[in-house]
């Protein structure tokens, strides 16, 4: 995709959603992270469903450590790879209150180094809570990054890379969110609604759909 049609794009994106966010339902930035953590390979509405009840009871590191285990994977049960998430939570908010005082860092190999956080974790807290301009390739981005032609590449970490590249700098603190919002509901897996996307004419993909 040429440089004058990624323009577009995301102007198009930004004046359709001006200021976009993420759906995950958190009050701090430590149930941002584990919002995040339980959202792999699970949607954002039915981790919303689990951890309403979960920060309710548990909203800060301390009371996640307290709760150990096996009482956090009660909670977190209706969530995939429940088991192993709840060791991670725990984990991580005993590592938060051992070496950070219970905040959440602002480095990258800070967060890295928390139980249950890879690059992609890292990121999104680093855009959502910090505003730093960097960009989480999940399966959202990385398959419209590829089905558009805007950031092609065969790895999310390539497609990362790209994006950084070729996303104009004033629209890279929120193409993140833009990117995820229109692959979740506009350019989906298996059939597109190409019919409603207002950058069909900017895409490269030779397959769109009419209805």
């Known amino acids: ?8 794009l995301f102007e198009r994106l930004a004046a359709a959603c001006p200021l976009p966010a993420t759906e995950l339902e958190y009050a701090t930035p430590f149930q941002l992270l584990v919002a995040v953590i339980l959202s792999a390979q699970a949607t954002d509405k039915g981790v919303n469903l689990a951890t309403r009840k979960l920060f309710r009871d548990a909203p800060t590191p301390q009371k996640i450590a307290a709760l150990g285990e096996e009482k956090l994977a009660g909670y977190i049960r209706s969530i995939g790879l429940y088991p192993t998430k709840a060791r991670n939570i725990v984990a991580m908010a005993r590592l938060l209150i051992e070496r950070h005082g219970g905040e959440v860092p602002h480095q990258r190999a800070a967060l890295e180094d928390l139980p249950g956080v890879g690059r992609k974790t890292a990121n999104v807290i680093l855009n959502t809570v910090f505003n730093e301009p960097v960009i989480a390739v999940d399966t959202h981005i990385f398959r419209l990054a590829n089905r558009t032609g805007l950031a092609p590449g065969k790895d999310v970490r390539a497609v990362e890379d790209r994006l950084n590249k070729v996303v104009p700098r004033e629209y890279r603190l929120h193409a993140h ?10 350019c989906k897996a298996r059939k597109p609604e190409c019919w409603r996307c207002l950058i069909r004419d900017l895409c490269d993909c030779p397959d769109k759909t009419e209805v």
């Open 177 to 186: 969110h833009w990117l995820i919002l229109h692959g979740r509901y506009v």
């Open 1 to 8: 995709m040429s440089p004058k049609k990624i323009r577009a």
